[in-house]
Structure formats: C-alpha cells, structure tokens
C-alpha cells in the first residue's frame, strides 16, 4: 500500500475547510474593534493545520462490518490499522469504541454514525474491510463524496 500520494497537495475537502476556515475568520475580524492581528494569526494557523496535519502521516479511516462478528471484526479492523500504520499511517479505527460502549453504553447508532462520519472527514484516505455492513457502506458513501481514495482491504494486508 502506497500512501505517498495521501498527503501531497489539499484535497477538493480540504480546500471546502480552507474556505470555511477563511469564512470564520472575516467573521471574527468583523466583530473585534479595532480588528486584532492575533485574530488574523489564529485563523492562519488554523487552516494551515487543516491542510497540514502535524504528525505529517496521512489519516486513514478502516471501515469495515463490526455489529454481527464482535470481536473479530474488531480484530480485523486492528489488522487492517496495523498495516496502515505500517505503511506509514496514522489508522482512524472507529470500531476501537467497542470499548467505549462497553464502558459506557447506551448511545444510539445513529450517534455513533455521526461521530464516525466526523472522523472519516478529517482522513485522506479509506480501507473498507469486506463484508455487509450499512454503516460501512454509508462511511465508503460519504469518502467517495469526499473525493477519497479507497482501498480494499485485501490490497492493504497483501
């Protein structure tokens, strides 16, 4: 798996964040008087870290089936992140809150689909691990929305 190409240049989302960065700030400059240069300098920073994220290694989100094979989905997924990071990744393994529900449960599918849609957004990539899952489907749905490349996860763990 080559993930070289993951972090060179902004992707069409990044460029989205860019611009909605550049909207927040024309929005606090507006409301400061006299406008500040610490304002200014916030928001620079803020959409130089949207572009460039400061480890430097590319996130990539691992979809995959997780309700109906447990922990071995859940195994799976820790595979398929390990590859990635081997590769030279930083893995987004959204069934790792398998533990977080365990501890704490009680939060609805669909909370749990929007924080994993949150964390797919801030990714330049996604593995999808075979098999039927909607929420893995939906997540692949909205990377190739994104403009994302997509690896199978058979390509990734060789």
Same mark, same amino acid.
Do not use: K, N, Q, T
């Given at each position: 798996m080559d993930l070289a190409h993951l972090g060179a240049g902004p992707t069409t989302r990044d460029i989205r964040l860019a611009g909605l960065a550049a909207l927040h700030m024309r929005a606090r400059l507006a409301s400061e008087s006299p406008p500040g240069h610490r304002a200014i300098g916030r928001c620079l920073s803020s959409i130089v870290d949207l572009l460039n994220p400061p480890s430097g290694l590319p996130r990539v989100y691992i979809a995959g089936p997780y309700g109906d094979g447990g922990v071995a989905n859940v195994r799976k997924a820790l595979d398929v992140g390990?590859?990635?990071?081997?590769?030279? =990744?930083?893995?987004?393994?959204?069934?790792?809150?398998?533990?977080?529900?365990?501890?704490?449960? =009680?939060?609805?599918?669909?909370?749990w689909m929007m924080e994993d849609m949150a964390l797919l957004d801030g990714?330049? =990539?996604?593995?999808?691990?075979? =098999?039927?899952?909607?929420?893995?489907?939906?997540?692949?749905?909205?990377?190739?929305?994104?403009?994302?490349?997509?690896?199978?996860?058979?390509e990734v763990t060789g």
């Open positions: 390990d590859a990635v990071s081997d590769a030279g =990744g930083c893995p987004v393994i959204p069934h790792l809150s398998a533990l977080r529900d365990l501890v704490r449960p =009680g939060r609805s599918y669909a909370h990714c330049r =990539g996604l593995v999808r691990i075979e =098999g039927p899952s909607p929420g893995a489907e939906a997540e692949e749905a909205h990377a190739r929305a994104l403009g994302l490349p997509i690896f199978l996860s058979h």
